[in-house]
């Protein structure tokens, strides 16, 4: 029911470790983890020095949705995470404010559930992040429009209409009756991981208890004034369907910012990559540049100027991304550089640097 299968028991059986037993981790806090393991239900544990230490960055250590090895310890000690199990992908964005950090939102997620509304949520741009955000991950995508029943039919078809190109899996709902919903939505199957995303206030705890069956999250109501709801979701968290399918669900996003490359986004833009070839120019801005393909399907109208705007900023989003990284890499080696300088100055310092350098010499 958790998703166990036989790529992660080989995994497990590889670390050669009897007395530790396999969990997948459900919540996670500042100072520790709640999993939960066959035939030890959930509980809590702590995570070990080594896995801290071999983390490259926060995204490599362990989050919601991950399968870790854990060894029980003794007496009244907790147990703790000895080694994270291979993830099959991680679903991500970059982390709020300035930072150029990447948050994992879901690990071993097998479907992202976007849901937006039928009326000032639904937003476009916002939704072909989310969908560029998934094909980086390569889990599957579907797009649920909620509330359908807040405006006309022919306006939930509209609105389908202009997915439909970027994700074929989109349907109208109204989670509050639970009407719309596609089959496997309805019970999902055991073993399949899903995540559900989207703003606050579209009605995503709304339709996590109703797959739940149960009145398992606070709801809340969106306030008249803004439009916005309130967190009804305030920690991402894995819980068990009925059906025995899994869900990890998350707070509601207020920023969702780009964690991909140039790669993903010529793949999720793939008809302006193409016009992209018939340009003058091959480092063509797109922009001012004379002899721009793309900016002759604009001012033809074969290109609308939503998806054209999105698409250039998307592209200027994550070259910054880019260039942030680049700077932070720079500044690491800087401060690796000076700390190696200052500790080769010291012969005691020198000799365990070659220590480490050729751990199986022994030095006399």
């Given at each position: 029911?958790?998703?166990?299968?036989?790529?992660?028991?080989?995994?497990?059986?590889a670390?050669?470790?009897?007395?530790?037993?396999?969990?997948?981790?459900?919540?996670?806090?500042?100072?520790?983890?709640?999993?939960?393991?066959k035939?030890?239900?959930?509980?809590?544990?702590?995570?070990?020095?080594?896995?801290?230490?071999?983390?490259?960055?926060?995204?490599?250590?362990?989050?919601?949705?991950?399968w870790v090895?854990?060894?029980?310890?003794?007496?009244?000690?907790?147990?703790?995470?000895?080694?994270?199990?291979?993830?099959?992908?991680?679903?991500?964005?970059?982390?709020?404010?300035?930072?150029?950090?990447?948050?994992?939102?879901?690990?071993?997620?097998?479907?992202?559930?976007?849901?937006?509304?039928?009326?000032?949520?639904?937003?476009?741009?916002?939704?072909?992040r989310?969908?560029?955000?998934?094909?980086?991950?390569?889990?599957?995508?579907?797009v649920?429009?909620?509330?359908?029943?807040?405006?006309?039919?022919?306006?939930?078809?509209?609105?389908?209409?202009?997915?439909?190109?970027?994700?074929?899996?989109?349907?109208?709902?109204?989670?509050?009756?639970?009407?719309?919903?596609?089959?496997?939505?309805?019970?999902?199957?055991?073993?399949?991981?899903?995540?559900i995303?989207?703003?606050?206030?579209?009605?995503?705890s709304?339709?996590?208890?109703?797959?739940l069956?149960?009145?398992?999250?606070?709801?809340?109501?969106?306030?008249?004034?803004?439009?916005?709801?309130?967190?009804?979701?305030v920690?991402?968290?894995?819980?068990?369907?009925?059906?025995?399918?899994?869900?990890?669900d998350?707070?509601?996003?207020?920023?969702?910012?780009?964690?991909?490359?140039?790669?993903?986004?010529?793949?999720?833009?793939?008809?302006?990559?193409e016009?992209?070839?018939?340009?003058?120019?091959?480092?063509?801005?797109?922009?001012?540049?004379?002899?721009?393909?793309?900016?002759?399907?604009?001012?033809?109208?074969?290109?609308?100027?939503?998806?054209?705007?999105?698409?250039l900023?998307?592209?200027?989003e994550?070259?910054e991304?880019?260039?942030?990284?680049?700077?932070?890499?720079?500044?690491?080696?800087?401060?690796?550089?000076?700390?190696?300088?200052?500790?080769?100055?010291?012969?005691?310092?020198?000799?365990?640097?070659?220590?480490?350098l050729?751990?199986?010499?022994?030095?006399?």
């Open positions: 029911m958790l998703g166990w299968d036989a790529r992660l028991a080989d995994a497990f059986a670390l050669q470790q009897p007395d530790w037993y396999p969990a997948r981790i459900i919540r996670e806090t500042k100072i520790n983890f709640t999993v939960i393991a035939g030890r239900g959930d509980h809590e544990v702590v995570l070990g020095g080594k896995v801290w230490h071999d983390a490259v960055s926060d995204a490599d250590l362990p989050t919601v949705g991950d090895a854990v060894d029980p310890g003794q007496g009244d000690d907790l147990p703790v995470i000895r080694a994270m199990l291979p993830r099959k992908n991680r679903f991500s964005r970059k982390a709020p404010g300035r930072s150029c950090a990447e948050q994992v939102i879901g690990a071993n997620v097998d479907m992202v559930v976007v849901v937006t509304d039928a009326a000032d949520d639904f937003n476009m741009r916002r939704i072909e989310y969908l560029t955000l998934i094909r980086k991950c390569g889990a599957e995508a579907v649920l429009i909620n509330k359908a029943d807040t405006v006309s039919e022919d306006e939930v078809k509209a609105l389908c209409t202009r997915v439909q190109p970027l994700c074929s899996e989109v349907y109208p709902i109204v989670a509050l009756w639970k009407k719309g919903y596609p089959q496997y939505l309805r019970r999902v199957p055991k073993g399949r991981t899903i995540t995303v989207g703003s606050s206030g579209v009605g995503k709304t339709l996590v208890n109703s797959l069956g149960d009145e398992w999250l606070e709801t809340g109501h969106v306030n008249e004034v803004t439009g916005k709801g309130r967190h009804t979701t920690a991402r968290e894995l819980v068990v369907l009925p059906g025995g399918g899994v869900l990890i998350n707070p509601g996003m207020r920023e969702i910012h780009m964690w991909t490359d140039a790669a993903t986004l010529r793949a999720e833009f793939a008809d302006l990559a016009l992209a070839t018939q340009c003058r120019f091959a480092d063509c801005s797109h922009r001012k540049d004379a002899g721009c393909a793309i900016r002759a399907a604009l001012e033809a109208g074969t290109l609308s100027h939503e998806r054209y705007e999105h698409f900023n998307l592209d200027a994550i070259a991304l880019e260039r942030r990284n680049e700077k932070r890499q720079m500044t690491l080696e800087r401060v690796f550089k000076r700390n190696r300088r200052g500790m080769l100055r010291n012969r005691d310092d020198r000799e365990e640097h070659q220590r480490d050729n751990p199986h010499r022994h030095h006399r």
